[in-house]
């Protein structure tokens, strides 16, 4: 059984920054790729970032570009969001999500770890 | 940037209708549309990709059609359970984008 569990929410004053952890099981971690999704409560989705199962090749949204980096760790089956330069517009609800393998969509998803942006 | 737009925002139905769902892409993107259902305090779930294949174990009375720009997702027989937020994404070219949501509502 797939599962992804998201973890390294927490409050955090503007400017500031954190590390978003995504640990992985159920499936051969490096052969897919994975994204970053987040939502604020109430509201819709938002992609964020991709990374290829290698490692390799990364994407990102406009809004987080040089900001925000994405990594994995294939030995440890975990996905990573490195977030610097916070604003109170990242705060939201932040998924890490599976690519099935024959498109960057998302087949499955953690529950999300809230990230709270505020003086 | 490719922008998707659904509508409608909300839409009010009643068990055993059938809906429709449109999501309209501000260029082409081919065949390269997916859809999810987002019930409230729940991740989303991966319904539909390459406009109209059903992920597997999904309801046969769920349907995805569409190419280029104009894509729908119709809901057959309503059930109580289909009482949900729809989202469209397409992943014809990065940055990957989601639609703003539908809302599907008991009437």
């Known amino acids: 059984e797939v599962q992804l569990v998201e973890s390294g929410g927490g409050v955090v004053s503007p400017g500031g920054s954190l590390r978003l952890s995504c640990a992985a099981s159920g499936f051969n971690f490096p052969d897919y790729a994975m994204h970053w999704v987040r939502q604020v409560p109430g509201k819709g989705l938002e992609w964020i970032s991709l990374i290829s199962g290698d490692g390799r090749t990364k994407y990102y949204a406009d809004s987080v570009q040089g900001r925000f980096t994405i990594s994995r760790d294939n030995s440890a089956h975990s996905l990573y969001l490195q977030m610097n330069g916070l604003r109170p517009d990242d705060s939201a609800l932040y998924y890490c999500a599976k690519a099935p393998g024959y498109g960057d969509v998302c087949d499955f998803w953690g529950q999300g770890t809230l990230l709270t942006v505020s003086s | 940037d490719i922008q998707l737009t659904q509508f409608p925002s909300t839409l009010s139905a009643s068990v055993g209708d059938r809906v429709t769902i449109t999501c309209r892409a501000s260029?082409?993107?081919?065949?390269?549309l997916a859809w999810y259902q987002q019930k409230p305090g729940k991740a989303p779930k991966y319904l539909i990709y390459e406009a109209s294949t059903l992920e597997s174990g999904v309801p046969s009375r769920f349907s995805g059609s569409g190419s280029g720009t104009e894509f729908t997702l119709t809901i057959y027989s309503l059930q109580p359970d289909d009482f949900a937020t729809y989202y469209c994404?397409?992943?014809?070219?990065?940055?990957?984008?989601f639609g703003q949501g539908t809302r599907l509502d008991i009437k």
């Open positions: 994404q397409q992943y014809n070219s990065y940055p990957l984008t």
């Open positions: 260029q082409s993107v081919e065949t390269w």
